[in-house]
């Protein structure tokens, strides 16, 4: 037994032989460097664009350095151009406002009794393609009740039996029903028994005279007979109805290797109840509508799991699959999985294959689950839901813990994914193209060997309007897109062009300033401030469609501290602003209106060339209520 085991049937007692350093446990504590967190595209692809600017930094800023020293003649001078260009190229707030979305909606989904335990796992579960459940806890309450008794042979003292096999210390929730149901009598002593366990699907013991009594599923306890079996055929019948059906049956063998004992005979069928969550349904046809496919893995009888499935709308409940028949070939396994949507009679090994299978075709999974059976699939799924509820050991290896145990929960989660994933993406826009026409302008000055066109206050003020304060806003408004694949080429293909086009209006006016109309240094500069402020907050304009009630304040605020910037004269010398003569601030207007310009149409061209689906998407959002769901 090894630390950190979990006890998954019966009992025993075991002697501790390595301790300290060689202790499993501490072994692992060394190994934890190993551990692997939920997969993040969005920490994946921040990750991506950081290592390109790192490529790219030093040398640029090598060149831009090196033009400074020979541009000016006073070191402070150069030192100023320096940092200002060094600074600009860097999308210092990306990281923080990542991190600053993950946690924010780990806050919000704790208010809703949902524990995320990886902050990744908020994006990750809006990345899912297919969620796979198990029945109980999940689309039922998981909370089971006995319900009644059919008795075969009259004369078995079958309420004794149960009540003796629930006397139990390591009672599950099955014994745990039987054991309010009937009262532990008094002269049976238990001499032998065989724990349950999801891979037998049946218990027993053997109380001296009164001989050996198992209890287990109808399929596996009655599995040597005939299909004609009256005792099949009748617990198939109530399976079919949805009911949860166990066999008691006894014997007067005893217990071989924990296998089933010889000549059992059958006592009586045990029905137990279990409620559907009224909530599971609608949840359900959320994820369908979703375009989310649902598979039903659990380890009770096919027919009960495909009544289920049934009652709550899934499709493939008329034809559940007997997991015993399934193929250990994990391409065959997954054919199967890709046609089928319901499954029974599961092991939890066979649980973690299905899992594994759905992954190596391409597949992103979630599995949700409440039992000790569920465990090694939670762990192996990119994202893991547990029920609080649950066992300990479902709620230690999964991502996310419904705390209420609400399956209903989880279109909360979604959302949440989905606005952070989003939202992201949007703001990364912006630090990118911040990036790109930064290293642009450090470049062109460098081969140049101008003064760099910007003191850092400069890019302050432009930082700020254009990214800063918008940024953050932006990250935490809703959002309702649907998750789509590719968020660095998206993020690239859209930041590049606009960083180019913000590069060259920026240095276009800065050169025909000092160059054309021969304004001083200082005059020239303010010029590709304005000139660059223009842009930017066009970009942004670009970035905020649609633009909600929301946006529009936002956007009009930002150019609203534009104007002040301009018109107040303290926040001008504060800023070094110093406005050129008419003929450079025309020019230079006219360059950002062109510059302007270009990006509308580059952006009209972008959204025509996009999908149908993500058209139509745009529109929902201009009147999310008007889609079906309210999710469009």
């Given at each position: 037994m090894l630390s950190g085991s979990i006890v998954v049937a019966g009992s025993g007692r075991f002697q501790a032989t390595r301790v300290g350093d060689d202790a499993y446990a501490r072994r692992l504590a060394r190994e934890a460097r190993r551990f692997a967190l939920a997969r993040s595209e969005l920490v994946d692809g921040i990750n991506t664009i950081l290592r390109y600017v790192t490529w790219a930094l030093v040398p640029t800023a090598a060149l831009l350095a090196l033009s400074q020293f020979r541009a000016h003649e006073g070191w402070r001078e150069a030192a100023a151009g320096v940092v200002a260009g060094v600074v600009a190229m860097v999308p210092e707030g990306l990281v923080l406002l990542t991190s600053l979305s993950f946690g924010i909606a780990a806050v919000t989904l704790a208010r809703r009794k949902v524990l995320v335990q990886e902050l990744p796992a908020v994006e990750g579960l809006a990345r899912v393609d297919v969620v796979c459940l198990d029945k109980t806890g999940t689309i039922t309450e998981g909370v089971i009740s006995f319900d009644e008794l059919e008795h075969f042979d009259p004369d078995d003292p079958v309420a004794e039996a149960l009540g003796a096999l629930a006397a139990d210390?390591?009672?599950?929730?099955?014994?745990?029903?039987?054991?309010?149901?009937?009262?532990?009598?008094?002269?049976?002593?238990?001499?032998?028994?065989?724990?349950?366990?999801?891979?037998?699907?049946?218990?027993?013991?053997?109380?001296?005279?009164?001989?050996?009594?198992?209890?287990?599923?109808?399929?596996?306890?009655?599995?040597?007979?005939?299909?004609?079996?009256?005792?099949?055929?009748?617990?198939?019948?109530?399976?079919?109805?949805?009911?949860?059906?166990?066999?008691?049956?006894?014997?007067?063998?005893?217990?071989?290797?924990?296998?089933?004992?010889?000549?059992?005979?059958?006592?009586?069928?045990?029905?137990?109840?279990?409620?559907?969550?009224?909530?599971?349904?609608?949840?359900?046809?959320?994820?369908?509508?979703?375009?989310?496919?649902?598979?039903?893995?659990?380890?009770?009888?096919?027919?009960?799991?495909?009544?289920?499935?049934?009652?709550?709308?899934?499709?493939?409940?008329?034809?559940?699959?007997?997991?015993?028949?399934?193929?250990?070939?994990?391409?065959?396994?997954?054919?199967?999985?890709?046609?089928?949507?319901?499954?029974?009679?599961?092991?939890?090994?066979?649980?973690?294959?299905?899992?594994?299978?759905?992954?190596?075709?391409?597949?992103?999974?979630?599995?949700?689950?409440?039992?000790?059976?569920?465990?090694?699939?939670?762990?192996?799924?990119?994202?893991?839901?547990?029920?609080?509820?649950?066992?300990?050991?479902?709620?230690?290896?999964?991502?996310?813990?419904?705390?209420?145990?609400?399956?209903?929960?989880?279109?909360?989660?979604?959302?949440?994914?989905?606005?952070?994933?989003?939202?992201?993406?949007?703001?990364?826009?912006?630090?990118?193209?911040?990036?790109?026409?930064?290293?642009?302008?450090?470049?062109?000055?460098?081969?140049?060997?101008?003064?760099?066109?910007?003191?850092?206050?400069?890019?302050?003020?432009?930082?700020?309007?254009?990214?800063?304060?918008?940024?953050?806003?932006l990250a935490l408004a809703p959002n309702l897109r649907r998750y789509i694949p590719g968020f660095v080429p998206r993020v690239l293909r859209f930041a590049v062009p606009c960083g180019f086009v913000a590069a060259a209006a920026t240095f276009g006016s800065y050169a025909l300033a000092r160059d054309v109309a021969g304004v001083a240094l200082d005059e020239a500069r303010t010029t590709a401030t304005l000139v660059l402020l223009v842009v930017g907050l066009w970009v942004l304009n670009i970035l905020a469609r649609p633009i909600t009630p929301f946006r529009g304040v936002l956007f009009g605020s930002m150019v609203a501290c534009f104007v002040a910037v301009l018109a107040i004269e303290p926040l001008r010398e504060f800023y070094a602003l110093d406005l050129p003569e008419r003929e450079a601030l025309v020019e230079g207007l006219i360059v950002a209106a062109v510059a302007c310009a270009l990006l509308e149409v580059a952006w009209m061209v972008a959204q025509r060339r996009q999908p149908a689906p993500d058209r139509t998407r745009r529109l929902a959002l201009r009147n999310p209520a008007a889609v079906r769901g309210g999710d469009p």
């Open positions: 210390e390591a009672r599950n929730a099955t014994m745990n029903a039987l054991c309010e149901a009937f009262p532990a009598p008094s002269g049976w002593e238990r001499t032998a028994s065989v724990p349950f366990s999801s891979a037998r699907k049946w218990s027993g013991a053997t109380f001296g005279d009164h001989g050996t009594w198992v209890l287990g599923a109808p399929e596996i306890v009655w599995a040597d007979r005939p299909a004609d079996d009256p005792v099949r055929g009748r617990a198939d019948v109530l399976a079919a109805e949805g009911r949860r059906v166990l066999l008691l049956a006894r014997t007067d063998a005893a217990f071989v290797d924990e296998s089933l004992p010889d000549g059992l005979r059958a006592s009586a069928l045990v029905l137990f109840e279990e409620q559907v969550r009224p909530d599971a349904a609608e949840t359900l046809r959320y994820f369908a509508r979703q375009g989310v496919a649902l598979k039903v893995i659990s380890g009770d009888n096919p027919r009960t799991v495909g009544a289920v499935a049934r009652r709550v709308g899934l499709p493939g409940g008329d034809d559940p699959v007997d997991a015993r028949t399934l193929p250990d070939d994990p391409d065959e396994l997954a054919d199967v999985l890709e046609r089928s949507s319901v499954f029974g009679r599961v092991t939890p090994h066979q649980k973690r294959a299905m899992v594994g299978a759905l992954q190596r075709r391409g597949h992103v999974v979630a599995m949700t689950g409440d039992g000790v059976n569920d465990a090694l699939a939670l762990k192996d799924a990119d994202i893991g839901v547990a029920m609080g509820s649950g066992a300990p050991a479902t709620r230690a290896v999964a991502q996310l813990v419904l705390l209420d145990g609400r399956f209903a929960h989880m279109p909360g989660v979604v959302g949440e994914g989905r606005r952070v994933i989003a939202n992201i993406e949007r703001v990364a826009n912006l630090f990118v193209t911040k990036t790109v026409y930064a290293m642009l302008l450090a470049i062109l000055v460098g081969v140049m060997r101008w003064e760099y066109p910007f003191l850092p206050r400069h890019l302050t003020i432009v930082s700020s309007l254009t990214i800063g304060i918008p940024a953050f806003f």
